[in-house]
């Protein structure tokens, strides 16, 4: 089958031969025929299968005829991250070239001023995150009772993200009587009942096992300790033939300490991570795919939907925490019928995630040694063992333990265990019953009863005790100020002269003294963390 036989418009196929696509993929040849009749798609198919073109090449011939309205799209298109919406927009430029269709990409880091312009002429085709869609409609620059066609990509990330109630808001919003194109990679129980409430008879197209790694893909799992990842990392980066990669890291954190450890060790790499600016990230990626750049470290925002041709490896270097998320990324290898290789690289403790990864994708990783690292196996989970998804600080060998609690590597909380002990065994001595031994009662001599003494030393005392508590008089040119005299809560006033000695306390009373009731923060001060030294960060990324 050829696109010819799709029924699109000579002027989409002059594009899409420009491009040089020949054949539709399988999700292609299902869909768009359906969304050209006009009725609901509910797609799942695993990333890197075609899915935007799917719907972009029915929408730009339906969208053909007609006009938009100032700040009423006629279709909207919601995406997770910013580099998907970006890359949507960019297929519309392709395969839209014939048509004088005009567009709108709505998504953060980018000025407001601009997008409200292109609104004000009226857009065709809108693609958005749901965070921005939002803020510019509270702001009163947009209206979406115009909307005809809904598309909902990436439904699985959208969850995983937390946007789910931003796109039930923005359905809430629309048209009742539209069309709704809702695609994702997964269809968990969430994501199916979200495409129930959305779609009204949807056709439903699945040309692919949900979450089976796609067949063009080798990949490889290696386990070594944690402090040995970077080491084991860089012997498979000079190992292999890498073209291009994609390394992939579950934290924003780890991503800047990799990458700057790639760097030091002369390696062409660069960063992405949802922390860095929009401009930055646009600069980045096009470097990337310009092959200025020929590794990119990078958190799950660039894990779906990122297409960059002739992808050559995977790697990642930390195992992700959900299943899913191991398909879409080794999927960016691999694509459009080329050959790709994905390495894991796994620690002792990362058992129960590949466990997790191979019972979803029904076949083992094939394991691998690299010269110089010994054979580790997973250790298993021990009850109230390391939290899901939680590593271990990367480092190595004495700077790791120093950093953790001392030169000695005890951390913390076993330097406050060992202070506490003796304190510890005398209340366990206490609570203990009494031995068989007789106890030993100290004989303490008795006070004698107090004495009477003479009338003159108790004068002397009261007039000492008087002239400590007495206040110095004000000079004769000093006014005294006058303070408002406190009112009780029943209304009356208080006693004139108690009040104005409290004031007068008040005023005085450089530090408050609290006696035997000082408060336990006050008498055991917190101690700071002492700054990281430049050594550490040297250690970081070794």
């Excluded at 053909?64 to 799209?73: E, L, N, Q």
């Excluded at 919003?173 to 129930?196: G, H, N, V, W, Y």
Aim: glycine share 8%.
């Amino acid at each position: 089958m050829s696109f010819d036989d799709l029924g699109l418009s000579p002027e989409v196929l002059r594009a899409i031969a420009e491009v040089g696509y020949r054949e539709p993929t399988p999700i292609q040849a299902q869909a768009i025929p359906i969304v050209q009749m006009g009725r609901d798609v509910l797609g799942c198919a695993q990333t890197g299968t075609g899915k935007t073109a799917s719907f972009t090449l029915p929408m730009i011939d339906i969208l053909a005829s007609g006009r938009a309205r100032a700040r009423m799209p006629r279709s909207l298109i919601l995406e997770p991250t910013r580099e998907l919406a970006a890359q949507v927009a960019e297929n519309f430029d392709l395969y839209g070239k014939y048509h004088k269709l005009s567009q709108a990409l709505l998504i953060g880091g980018e000025s407001f001023a601009d997008q409200e312009k292109k609104l004000d002429r009226g857009v065709d085709v809108l693609i958005a995150t749901p965070g921005r869609l939002i803020d510019l409609f509270e702001r009163g620059k947009i209206l979406m009772s115009d909307v005809k066609i809904l598309v909902i990509d990436e439904a699985d990330r959208m969850l995983d993200m937390g946007f789910i109630p931003d796109v039930e808001r923005i359905v809430s919003l629309l048209p009742k009587i539209r069309q709704t194109l809702f695609f994702s990679a997964t269809m968990p129980p969430e994501i199916k009942r979200l495409a129930d409430a959305f779609l009204m008879n949807p056709k439903e197209i699945s040309v692919a096992p949900p979450a089976s790694p796609a067949a063009t893909v080798t990949q490889g799992l290696v386990v070594v300790q944690d402090e040995d990842k970077r080491e084991a990392l860089r012997r498979l980066l000079r190992a292999e033939p890498v073209k291009n990669a994609l390394i992939f890291c579950n934290r924003k954190k780890d991503v800047d300490i990799l990458y700057r450890s790639l760097t030091k060790h002369g390696f062409n790499a660069g960063q992405l991570h949802g922390d860095m600016s929009q401009p930055k990230r646009t600069e980045t990626l096009e470097k990337f795919k310009n092959d200025e750049i020929t590794l990119l470290v990078c958190s799950d925002v660039a894990a779906r939907g990122i297409d960059i041709q002739g992808l050559s490896h995977v790697f990642n270097f930390d195992v992700p925490i959900h299943a899913e998320d191991y398909i879409h990324r080794i999927g960016r290898t691999g694509r459009a019928g080329r050959e790709g290789r994905a390495f894991t690289i796994a620690s002792p403790y990362d058992g129960r995630f590949v466990e997790a990864i191979e019972k979803l994708i029904g076949k083992p990783i094939p394991r691998i040694e690299i010269e110089g690292f010994d054979a580790v196996g997973f250790e298993p989970d021990a009850e109230g063992g390391r939290r899901r998804g939680r590593r271990p600080a990367r480092g190595t060998g004495r700077g790791e333990s120093e950093r953790r609690g001392g030169r000695g590597g005890r951390g913390r909380g076993e330097r406050s265990r060992r202070e506490r002990a003796p304190e510890d065994e005398n209340v366990i001595a206490a609570a203990a019953p009494a031995a068989a031994e007789p106890a030993v009662v100290e004989e303490r001599p008795v006070a004698a009863e107090p004495t009477e003494r003479p009338a003159r030393a108790e004068r002397a005392d009261r007039e000492e005790r008087a002239g400590r508590n007495r206040r110095p008089r004000h000079s004769a040119g000093e006014e005294r100020r006058s303070k408002p005299e406190p009112i009780r809560h029943d209304g009356s006033h208080m006693d004139a002269s108690r009040s104005e000695r409290r004031a007068e306390e008040e005023d005085d009373a450089p530090v408050l003294a609290f006696g035997d009731h000082m408060p336990a923060f006050l008498r055991h001060p917190v101690k700071r963390p002492a700054s990281r030294s430049e050594s550490d960060e040297e250690r970081d990324v070794a």
